[in-house]
């Protein structure tokens, strides 16, 4: 018996000195979509939050602007849907106060069929459907970089190319920039399309027809992603503790089909 009190405190030790739960701010609030990143928060990271002693709380807001403006203005605590490209084009066009505190699962970026099923039927005039915000046009045109379409410009920061600074074009694509959401609908009216890993999600674009996926860099990770003042927070710390646990490791590995990429976070 007295072993097993022993245990039992010092495993009571181990699981304080990982998470320290925070009792003045026990309800947490976060901006909830219809997407991947909301979904794998709710199955995956969310339980062991609620084993601390939070209260977990979605408000439904899936336009991602609109969240961000209500994460800015402490409407919700945190939100799960941005990379830290967005994040920084919010902060500056929104006079906003937000920081990344941990990257999170990712799904990737990707070219998929759109009249045409393989890249090697690529001709020249094709027409491409590329997002329309900025953050995931640049993602676009590095992906088409990535395949050998086009050239950028070298000088240029890759997460802000644009159209602008395609230097060669030697098949001579015309490239039609749309809201990310409607590209899925409309994609056999151009020969392929470059849509983002949570749209691929919420159309049910099948994972396997991808034909060239990007190499994620660091900015286009998504984010855990809190108010500035709130970075050193108690129940900050533990958010983001809980996506890094082991728990939330062990689950990534009995659920992920192929579907995400997960960081290193050692």
Do not use: C
Not at 32 to 37: E, L, N, R
Not at 84 to 108: C, M, R, S
Not at 134 to 143: K, L, M
């Amino acid at each position: 018996m007295k072993k097993l009190v022993i245990a039992t405190l010092l495993s009571s030790a181990l699981l304080s000195s990982a998470f320290a739960f925070d009792e003045s701010h026990s309800t947490l609030t976060f901006s909830k979509s219809q997407g991947p990143y909301s979904e794998l928060f709710i199955s995956g990271v969310q339980p062991i939050l609620e084993k601390q002693g939070y209260t977990v709380k979605g408000v439904d807001l899936s336009d991602l602007l609109q969240a961000d403006l209500a994460l800015n203005e402490g409407e919700v605590d945190f939100n799960v849907e941005q990379h830290t490209a967005y994040l920084e084009n919010f902060n500056k066009t929104q006079d906003g106060h937000l920081v990344p505190l941990t990257p999170i699962p990712t799904v990737p970026a990707g070219i998929y069929p759109g009249a045409k099923k393989d890249l090697t039927e690529i001709k020249d005039g094709d027409t491409i459907a590329v997002p329309n915000d900025a953050s995931n046009t640049a993602r676009a045109y590095n992906i088409l970089q990535k395949i050998g379409w086009i050239k950028l410009d070298p000088n240029v920061e890759p997460s802000k190319v644009t159209k602008l600074d395609i230097v060669d074009n030697p098949f001579n694509l015309e490239f039609v920039e749309m809201k990310s959401l409607n590209i899925p609908a409309v994609a056999t009216d151009f020969a392929y399309v470059v849509i983002t890993g949570s749209v691929v999600y919420n159309a049910k674009v099948p994972p396997e027809s991808v034909l060239a996926q990007e190499d994620i860099a660091p900015h286009l990770l998504l984010q855990l992603v809190v108010q500035e003042k709130n970075k050193d927070a108690v129940w900050a710390k533990d958010i983001k503790d809980a996506y890094q646990s082991e728990e939330f490791n062990r689950y990534l590995k009995e659920n992920n089909t192929g579907l995400w990429y997960v960081p290193d976070y050692k």
